[in-house]
Structures are given as C-alpha cells and as structure tokens.
C-alpha cells in the first residue's frame, strides 16, 4: 500500500470537513429544532406531550438520546480525523502503523486501523488472495 499523496490529503480534509459541517447541523437540530418550533435553548422534545403512554412517552425520549449520542461519537471521531490529518498522522493505521488503504478511508473518512488490524480488533479472519 502507498502513502497519502498531497492530492489526496487535500481531498480527505475537504471530505472530513464537509462530513463535519453536515454533523454538527444535524446535531444543532436536534438539539435546537423540534418540528414547527425553534428553541433557542437546547434540548430534546418533551414526549409525554406527543402520547398520553408513559412507556411509548420513554421508549422516544430513549431514542432521542440515543441519536444524539451517536451523532456527537460520530462528530467526535471526524474532529480527531481532522486533528490527525493536521499532525501528519492521518490515514496511519493506529495498531501497526502501515497505511490505511485509501479505498478504506473513502468509505470510512475517519477510520483509525488498517483493514488487517480491524479485523483483528473484531475476531474475523481477513481470507487472502492467493
């Protein structure tokens, strides 16, 4: 595998800070915008309002959150991307230190491990061509 080139450094920085504009607006959303409504102040919708179902009223409120989180772990991880793009150790593999495949990084912009070496994180055997 070869290193990044200039070329495509440039390209996963602009990919990475496109990624983290759609992120963190989404995340203001959810956050500040609640259907027809503004609110200056954050916060989630108040689902006891949406169903008279304590539980239904829950099971949403859960799912809130657990959206908001994902997208704030997501935001997080594209903002250490871009910190390691800016230290020169963008697209090295965390575990090895190989590059990371450039096709890898394209699906996945903010990916800390070679293929290898997330396999191995994840117990799956990685079969060769031979």
Known sequence: MRALTNDDLKAFREQLRQLREELATRTEDRLHGHGLERHDDAGLPRR???TDD???AEQQRSADL???SGLADRLAAVDD???RLERGEYGECVECGEPID???LRAAPT???CTACQAKLEGRVIRTRT
Do not use: F, M, V
Request: glycine fraction near 6%; hydrophobic fraction near 45%.
């Open 66 to 68: 657990n959206q908001l």
């Open 81 to 83: 991307a871009l910190a």
């Open 54 to 56: 304590d539980g239904t």
């Open 111 to 113: 990916a800390l491990r």
């Open 48 to 50: 006891a309002e949406d």
């Open 102 to 104: 450039t096709a890898r």
